[in-house]
């Protein structure tokens, strides 16, 4: 993927949260901005999970991103 494609889905306004799916299977969630920092060559990222867990990912493996309405969204549509 280009680092230009990553850096759009990251720096979306509003920030939707997202899927990161690399080519060996793993799926990667970033639910936060916070969540994530891209180098500044935009070559790689560091995803950190809610639990403190981190993950250092080469944007050059990474398949596609799937983004989600959000837990915000989901919440929204429970309360009508």
Do not use: W
Request: hydrophobic content about 40%; charged content about 25%.
């Amino acid at each position: 993927m280009q680092s230009s494609e990553f850096k759009s889905v990251y720096r979306a306004e509003p920030f939707r949260p997202f899927v990161v799916n690399l080519a060996d299977g793993r799926n990667i969630p970033v639910e936060h901005p916070e969540f994530m920092a891209v180098s500044p060559t935009g070559r790689s990222a560091v995803i950190y999970g809610e639990d403190g867990s981190f993950e250092i990912v080469d944007v050059m493996l990474v398949t596609n991103i799937t983004v989600g309405k959000g837990k915000a969204n989901a919440r929204a549509r429970k309360r009508c």
